[in-house]
């Protein structure tokens, strides 16, 4: 970073540095859990946050999110790896209250960096209406950094990940193809104006659009992140299945012409092998394909609301600075979970 920290430039990091949802549910799937009644959604769910009831109208959200830079601007970093850490408390339905730092760091590296990558965070911190309460360091090889976040929510309004009805129109509100603007930006194949898109996407806070959808009948909710479109879809479809419109989709489109040129992310390829074989493409284009298993850093919310309040739902979003998208809607479950149909559908 140092001499050229103020340059917009990516390294690898960012949600793309997950590990693969199908070695984490196998080694999760082993660990035992103790019971507690107050835990209300636990790991095992596989849910964006943690939920521990305190009373019948009070309860703690709990989550934890950090990876290595992907942008070579240090308080950029910083605003994008607490901005995606506060989205779990978002895509629950909650309020943030706490934030701790996570943090490695060289002992030989410019520490005028770290303070840069914590100034960062604490920004949005402030403008999530939480406060920084402390944190912890360690000497790493490496630079990471993110947040622990605790919120508050009641315990009879929590969006769960994994609970949409049949019927519900499924709304995604930030572009898609992060992951691969900011792997194309490294080998210098991405304009300034998709590097700009992407840091203003990963740099927005979901508390807007979590305000906005809290009013209506959201009946699952999720926010897109390592996983991508079509793995963070696959969490929600426990019983049910759903139908996607490819021309509804909302994504940075320079990703498209990127993703022709084979610019495509690690992280992509293990969101294919794990959920490929549950998804049926109809005529949909490869570099389409791509965008879908895309991995992305700070993604949206992607949420089932009742179709009868799709117009008002339009009519709030379109007052936020991103573009968003009515991409498809659950059905009964069929043979695939998740169907990709090229085209569109309209829901006014």
Not at 117 to 144: Q, R, T
Not at 267 to 280: L, S
Not at 295 to 324: H, M, R, Y
Request: charged share 20%.
């Amino acid at each position: 970073m140092g001499d050229i920290m103020n340059k917009k430039m990516f390294c690898s990091g960012g949600c793309s540095a997950k590990l693969g949802a199908g070695l984490l549910s196998s080694m999760l799937n082993k660990i035992p859990q103790s019971y507690d009644k107050n835990l209300i959604v636990g790991f095992k769910g596989s849910d964006d946050a943690a939920v521990y009831k305190l009373t019948d109208e009070l309860a703690l959200v709990h989550t934890l999110d950090f990876f290595p830079p992907m942008v070579e601007d240090p308080y950029i970093f910083g605003q994008i790896a607490a901005t995606n850490a506060l989205s779990d408390i978002y895509a629950m339905g909650g309020d943030v209250k706490t934030a701790l730092n996570i943090v490695c760091f060289p002992e030989n590296e410019d520490f005028n960096i770290l303070g840069e990558i914590l100034s960062g965070g604490n920004s949005k911190i402030i403008e999530a209406g939480g406060v920084l309460a402390g944190g912890h360091s360690i000497a790493d090889d490496s630079i990471k950094y993110g947040l622990s976040v605790t919120g508050t929510i009641n315990p009879n309004k929590i969006l769960k990940n994994n609970t949409p009805k049949v019927g519900d129109v499924l709304i995604l509100t930030k572009p898609l193809g992060i992951g691969i603007i900011t792997t194309s930006a490294k080998v210098n194949e991405a304009s300034t104006n998709s590097i700009d898109l992407a840091i203003k996407s990963m740099t927005t806070l979901n508390k807007y659009a979590s305000e906005i959808l809290r009013k209506y009948k959201v009946s699952a909710c999720t926010d897109v992140t390592g996983f991508g479109l079509l793995g963070h879809l696959n969490e929600m479809l426990s019983s049910t299945s759903a139908t996607l419109y490819v021309d509804n989709i909302p994504y940075i489109k320079e990703a498209f012409k990127c993703a022709e040129e084979f610019l495509i992310t690690a992280g992509g390829q293990k969101n294919r092998n794990f959920v490929g074989d549950k998804v049926c493409f109809n005529n949909v284009p490869f570099p389409m394909e791509e965008i879908l298993f895309d991995p992305q850093t700070s993604g949206g919310l992607l949420f089932a609301v009742d179709k009868t309040q799709v117009p008002q739902i339009k009519n709030e979003l379109n007052s936020l600075s991103l573009p968003f998208g009515i991409i498809g809607e659950i059905t009964e479950n069929k043979k695939f979970k998740i169907e990709v149909n090229n085209g569109g559908k309209y829901y006014d």
